[in-house]
């Protein structure tokens, strides 16, 4: 009987995994489009409007993508992770096939080679990954946050995501897709520490041992909101300025690979794997890098020279900034003599 429960257990923990999938993939879609709507408008997020925040369509993203965020957290609680998480690579594809058909981004053959290439070894990756050891108190997380190693780790990763901010994305945010996922991945991989806190605190208060008290749980609250609020201002930009069949395996490889990593540093989850499971991430991990430098050409070679050397233009007249060549607008410059562009 038990083991007919925990088959049970794991069907419904895989149908809210793929749920939670078509959910996220088709997010993307909608929250592009009303990006796009939004930047017809006024000014594109991509250079710091906010627009977008009037468009219905981009709400309708923002609706779609919780409902499969909560489907994937509640996937958790039926089945493990080393079943949930790969199916996560689900929303690239969903997201990739729709854009096709709605968005009109045609996604050559050497961008297809490097989404299977990045799933692939993402799922290698996750599979392999050591177990995860279950918090039983807010307190014993905030003993785990606390640690050394750790902390080294989250004070890397918000003077880098401070370097990216405040140099790279003024210079190289909309010519450099690392820039924008770069900082939404860094800092989801904080997220996932703090919203765990506080599922924990949630489940052990529902239970009857309340958490609420606990200054470590409005603590990891506050990281939660701050980390997921900087996650969807710099993913917005990212789908405002790039491609979205792009943007997604990206970011997913990215934010999977760092939320590994912290994981591994916070509950030292490293330690006495056997070494054909360190080999199996370590390849894992070329995989998904092999997987990136594809999608990265493939992004370019969707550009023609022409359109390469143009990308950007600003009207004197009314000095509104011109999209990149990716979106509907388009700006040829026809002769060097003439006096509405400049360069």
């Known amino acids: ?7 049970s257990d794991n069907t419904k923990g895989l149908t809210l995994a793929v749920v939670s999938s078509a959910f996220i993939g088709a997010s993307f879609i909608l929250k592009k489009k009303g990006l796009k709507r939004a930047g ?7 250079f710091g409007g906010y627009a977008y925040l009037l468009e219905p369509l981009w709400w309708a993203g923002m609706v779609t993508m919780t409902v499969g965020e909560v489907a994937n957290f509640v996937a958790y ?13 689900l929303s690239i594809i969903v997201s990739a096939v729709l854009a ?3 968005l009109e981004e045609r996604l050559q053959k050497l961008g297809v080679l490097g989404c299977i290439s990045c799933i692939v070894g993402s799922v290698v990756i996750v599979i392999h990954a050591p177990q995860e050891h279950s918090p039983s108190s807010v307190e014993e997380i ?15 990763t918000l003077a880098i995501v401070l370097a990216l901010v405040l140099h790279f994305e003024p210079r190289h945010g909309h010519n450099s897709i690392m820039v924008y996922l770069g900082i939404c991945s860094l800092m989801g991989s904080l997220t996932v520490v703090s919203i765990k806190a506080v599922g924990i605190a949630v ?17 990891f609250v506050t990281v939660a909101v701050i980390c997921v609020t900087t996650q969807l201002n ?13 943007v997604s395996p990206i970011y997913y490889v990215m934010f999977t690979t760092l939320t590994i990593v912290a994981s591994a540093i916070m ?18 991990f070329i995989t998904v890098i092999s997987g990136t430098l594809l999608l990265h050409t493939a992004r370019k070679q969707e550009m023609t020279p022409a359109a390469a050397s143009i990308s950007w233009y600003i009207s004197r007249g009314s000095a509104d900034t011109l999209k990149n060549v990716e979106d509907d607008h388009l700006v040829w410059l026809l002769s060097s003599e003439s006096p509405d562009y400049v360069q």
């Open 1 to 7: 009987m038990e083991g007919m429960m925990r088959v």
């Open 40 to 46: 017809k408008c006024g000014t594109p997020a991509g």
């Open 77 to 89: 609680v039926f089945a493990p992770a080393v079943l949930v998480t790969p199916l996560g690579a």
């Open 100 to 102: 096709h058909f709605m």
């Open 142 to 156: 905030w003993n785990l946050a606390t640690q050394p190693a750790f902390l080294v780790y989250c004070a890397a």
């Open 203 to 219: 489940k052990l208060t529902l239970e009857g041992i309340s958490q609420i008290t606990y200054p470590q749980t409005w603590l």
């Open 234 to 246: 710099y993913l917005n930009k990212a789908l405002d300025t790039f491609n979205t069949a792009i």
């Open 267 to 284: 509950f030292k989850d490293w330690s006495g794997q056997s070494v054909s499971s360190i080999a199996s991430e370590l390849c894992g």
